[in-house]
């Protein structure tokens, strides 16, 4: 991952943090070239460095939209007894 994907992943995560709630979609929807596995990774390292600073609340939105994002490419496997998203 080159340093100019990395900050355009790090915009993106930005917008999505400050966008308001429900737009989520529309955000990452008018960035199409950036919904890759890449992006995924980096809205974990953001998430948990989140965490480890004691942000809980984004850190959990990040997760949740990095999963949902993984579901969406395919990157997340859905296993049988898992709980459907709500």
């Known amino acids: 991952m080159d340093e100019q994907r990395q900050e355009a992943y790090l915009g993106l995560i930005d917008e999505l943090i400050k966008c308001p709630n429900g737009q989520e979609p529309e955000v990452l929807e ?8 890449g ?7 953001v998430a ?4 480890h600073q004691g942000n809980q609340e984004t850190s959990g939105f990040l997760m ?23």
Do not use: F, I, N, Q
């Not at 199409?32 to 596995?37: E, F, I, Q, V, Y």
């Not at 949902?68 to 859905?78: C, M, N, R, T, V």
């Open 64 to 86: 949740h939209v990095a999963r949902e994002l993984s579901k969406a490419l395919g990157l997340y496997p859905e296993t049988e007894g898992e709980p459907e998203a709500v």
């Open 30 to 37: 008018a960035k199409p070239d950036l919904m890759d596995s």
């Open 39 to 45: 992006l995924v990774l980096m809205l974990v390292r």
């Open 48 to 51: 948990t460095t989140l965490a």
